[in-house]
């Protein structure tokens, strides 16, 4: 437990794209919206999917993302798309009364400078209510959908609460709705704000759940499953589907492995944050299974995970050699992997401290440092500081341990 303390942790957050809508702003000419060119507002190509999280309706987040940055915004292609795609979205899916209000939610929350965040709320609940008259129903996507951006503003606003209630509420309807690939999604988004305000309880129960979907098993929502006299959310577990599946996990037609890859990093990291590192281990080696081989920063943020956690219960040489592994990966990336390689590299010096090797560990630190990311300073600072006043007064190895016990652990977040 020592070291755990002194390593330096990765979590891999799901990646939220949205598309760069700024080159088609020039579309937008008055308060609501409409120009001569046909009532453009750039920002609502999620509505029809319900949000902008782990999937979406046109497939999997991540793959819209790489799309976007690789394909679709070069200049005026970008307006064109962006123009043509909001069109489709406002003139087939919503009624004039709810899509009004929606353009007029999305240009206050999204585009103005400051952003009008009152403005913006009045005019999703606003939608919201227009699309009750309207009899969309409840559990659609369409509906859901604009629940997900009314709890997208209450996040932007770091009103995670709020956020967390209003995201539970679209994991509902599209759970009720049997969208079962949106309902994933917004359950990550559930996690993540519960996270934010501390509850990890709740953070666990929602992506826990979001694992199980994944692997055929959707169950109800964690809070109807609750034991009456209880007030803690009743968790599932993955990781019995897991542990009883040798070979590869079979997930339903809707889902993707990059969605389960991750749904399970969710999950392993509020395990490693909550003292469980066997759990922790378990999904992360999953995870490794499932992770595409030329995604070489990706497999080098696994493997820090896993020798921190390793770590976590004494193993020292697998953490050892996980790190190495995270090294050697982080640094085949080049600089896409900077701080990746910057961590990694901290926590082998970390590990190789532990084990007594000074000079090797002073010489890591040093390498860590070299790579300039400025969240690893303070800590690789202190840790050579420890290094060189041990040498200097002549500590044996065992000494190095209890400063290390001091220290606090730094997080990061890197995006799939």
Known sequence: MALESAMISISCAVYEPEFDWNAALPYITDEDGSAASGEYIPGAHWLVGGFHGITGSHGPAHRTSKFARNALFSGGLAAVFAALYWRYITYSTYPDQVRRHLRSAILHHKYKTPHD????ELHYLRALDAAEKACIP?????????????GQLYDDLGQHEEAARTFDDAWRRYLAGQHYC???GAAQRTGKSYEAIGDLARAEAAYAWGVQALLGQVELHPDDKRISESTTPLMVDPNASIRQSSGKLKQPAWATPQDLLVALDHLANIYATTSRPHLAITLYTRSMALLDTSDVCKKAVLENN????????????DAKRFAERAVDDARKDGKE????????????????????????????YHN?????????????DQALSRIDKFI?????????????????LISFTVFW
């Not at 965040?117 to 913006?120: D, M, S």
């Not at 409840?138 to 009314?150: C, Q």
């Not at 896993?306 to 040489?317: N, Q």
């Not at 860590?368 to 690789?380: C, G, M, R």
């Open 138 to 150: 409840p559990a659609s996507k369409e509906f859901a959908g604009i629940v997900v951006e009314l």
């Open 182 to 184: 949106q309902a994933v």
């Open 368 to 380: 860590a440092k070299a790579l300039n990311v400025p969240s690893t300073i303070d800590q690789i």
């Open 392 to 408: 200097l007064h002549s500590f044996n190895a065992s000494a190095v341990l209890a400063p290390i016990q001091e220290l606090q």
């Open 117 to 120: 965040a009152k403005t913006a």
């Open 337 to 364: 992997c900077k701080e990746c390689l910057a961590v990694a590299t901290f926590n082998l010096g970390a590990i190789q401290e532990m084990k007594g090797d000074l000079q090797a560990s002073k010489a890591l």
């Open 306 to 317: 896993l020798a921190e956690s390793y770590v976590a219960i004494g193993r020292i040489d």
